[in-house]
């Protein structure tokens, strides 16, 4: 099983499994997403879980086995993760799972299922008040550098960071507008410089396409290229930002590893190789994927 690439997950969008239409799109996919994280976890009543559980495993066993999209799965505890591994038929046409709610005290019981496919990609979402302190952050950091699996990107679960505070997204708010600016400021200096991939959280303003279009152009600017989506209308619009910022960003990325200058001008910018080198060097392995 080959791991994907950050670059390849695009605009995300979550499907629960208890969705009518779950057989066509784990076989053809909706609206031309790029990834579908099929869930068992916050998308589903808890009455449904064990009927929607079985239901997903039953479709993946069917579903065509190679399909030109990624299919995720986000089992809602380590004990559903184990029912979705027993499936070999299923795990073999899925390329990862998500896991919710990753930090240093939930790691152990999600390590003692996935000891049993190293080879799963997984994605761990970082959504526990954990995350609001800088020392915890850094243990959980220490957790996801200790997996055995290969670890595609940590997803951010901003629901559930802003209702462990008590807040709601409001009408005409993005992400940045909100207390949760700061927590993700430090998950960005925390989990990169360490080398994982961040996604950015979702826009439950489904309603809203001038405040997505917002927040999407400052995701790309904190430097997220993968961002969730709970809607299909919001997945064109994403990849459209992400396809724009690749047009503008790819020329510069090229001339800076291809000049032997250490200082020059681009397009009214400077570019400094001792600096942005990094960045570059970000943006030319995201080019053939995004």
């Known amino acids: 099983m080959a791991t994907p690439h950050y670059g390849q997950l695009g605009a995300s969008l979550y499907v629960p499994a208890t969705h009518k239409s779950l057989d066509q799109i784990l076989a053809v996919g909706c609206h031309d997403a790029r990834s579908i994280i099929l869930c068992t976890e916050d998308a589903v009543a808890p009455d449904a879980?064990?009927?929607?559980?079985?239901?997903?495993?039953?479709?993946?066993?069917?579903a065509p086995a190679k399909v030109p999209f990624l299919r995720f799965v986000r089992p809602r505890n380590p004990f559903v993760l184990r029912q979705l591994l027993e499936s070999s038929d299923a795990v073999a046409r899925i390329?990862?799972?998500?896991?919710?709610?990753?930090?240093?005290t939930t790691m152990p019981a999600w390590c003692d299922v996935l000891d049993r496919n190293k080879?799963?990609?997984i994605m761990p979402t970082l959504e526990t008040p954990a995350l609001f302190r800088e020392d915890s952050a850094i243990a959980t950091l220490k957790a996801v550098q200790a997996l055995g699996n290969p670890v595609i990107a940590l997803r951010i679960g901003a629901n559930d960071l802003l209702g462990a505070i008590g807040l709601k997204r409001q009408p005409g708010q993005t992400i940045y507008d909100t207390p949760l600016r700061s927590t993700i400021e430090r998950l960005i200096t925390i989990f990169r410089p360490a080398g994982f991939e961040l996604s950015a959280p979702v826009?439950?303003?489904i309603g809203e396409p001038s405040?997505?279009?917002?927040?999407?152009?400052?995701?790309i600017a904190w430097g997220f290229y993968a961002k969730t989506c709970v809607h299909p209308a919001q997945v064109a619009l994403v990849e459209e930002h992400f396809t724009q910022a690749m047009a503008r960003?790819?020329?510069?990325?090229?001339a800076l590893l291809n000049s032997t200058e250490a200082v020059f001008q681009d397009s009214g910018q400077m570019l400094e190789a001792t600096c942005h080198t990094h960045?570059?060097?970000?943006?030319?392995?995201?080019?053939?994927?995004?």
């Open 49 to 62: 879980v064990t009927w929607a559980v079985q239901r997903l495993i039953k479709a993946l066993k069917t």
């Open 95 to 104: 390329d990862g799972v998500v896991i919710p709610k990753f930090d240093d």
């Open 119 to 121: 080879q799963l990609a």
């Open 203 to 205: 826009c439950d303003l």
């Open 211 to 219: 405040t997505l279009s917002r927040e999407v152009a400052l995701d």
């Open 249 to 254: 960003q790819q020329p510069q990325a090229h």
């Open 279 to 290: 960045w570059a060097k970000r943006v030319a392995a995201l080019e053939a994927t995004v």
